[in-house]
């Protein structure tokens, strides 16, 4: 019973291309993040989701992309990619709404690396 | 900058010996929440502290909050080779309707049996 699943786990791929990373939830949550942790394990926020309306972009390059098409769904678009992405991507959900006392649920992650 | 800065960065204790580890942050917070993350996995909930709250118990977890200082710690009692992880503060701002979690560096705990 996965709450919060990611696809793929691992990718691979040359500078300059295009991938996609795809996020599912099954939780029932209304509100769907996307964070990006470096080499340093430092965790940061990249976009936030509400019922499939961007509530949050943290001054992300706009080679990515996120798309909700609907709220148990958040997938990220990363165009021209560049070494400088190369992470770990975790995805994750919460209840959302009006309480500031959600916990958030994590996916596995998936983690980037670009050549 | 970073929101939350966690201390030690690394800590390697023996099994069943305490491990505490704290975090400082720089800005006013609705509440503020400790994640684990094992190896090569996902962050895992532990557990939250609202502003207003001092301590907080979780079975052999204890977390304080001094929100004069900015800090928070966290306790672990009677460690096991299964607390092996890094273990993240998150303040939560709430703004606008929504939290966002702000995570600082983490801090790697070691148990050994």
Known sequence: DTAVSQTPKYLVTQMGND???????????DTMYWYKQDSKKFLK???????????????????FSPKSPDKAHLNLHINSLELGDSAVYFCASSQGGTSPYNEQFFGPGTRLTVL | ?????????????????????????????????????????????????????????????????????KSSSLLI??????????????????SGGYNKLIFGAGTRLAVHP
């Not at chain 2, 010996?17 to 962050?43: D, H, P, V």
């Open chain 1, 19 to 29: 991938k996609s990373i795809k996020c599912e939830q099954n939780l029932g949550h």
């Open chain 1, 45 to 63: 926020i990249m976009f936030s989701y509400n019922n499939k309306e961007l509530i949050i972009n943290e001054t992300v390059p706009n080679r």
């Open chain 2, 1 to 69: 900058s970073q929101q939350g800065e966690e201390d030690p960065q690394a800590l390697s204790i023996q099994e069943g010996e305490n491990a505490t580890m704290n975090c400082s942050y720089k800005t006013s917070i609705n509440n503020l929440q400790w994640y684990r993350q094992n190896s090569g996995r996902g962050l895992v909930h532990l557990i939250l502290i609202r502003s207003n709250e001092r301590e907080k118990h979780s079975g052999r977890l204890r977390v304080t909050l001094d929100t004069s200082k």
């Open chain 2, 77 to 94: 009692t009677a460690s096991r080779a299964a607390d092996t992880a890094s273990y993240f503060c998150a303040t939560a701002l709430f």
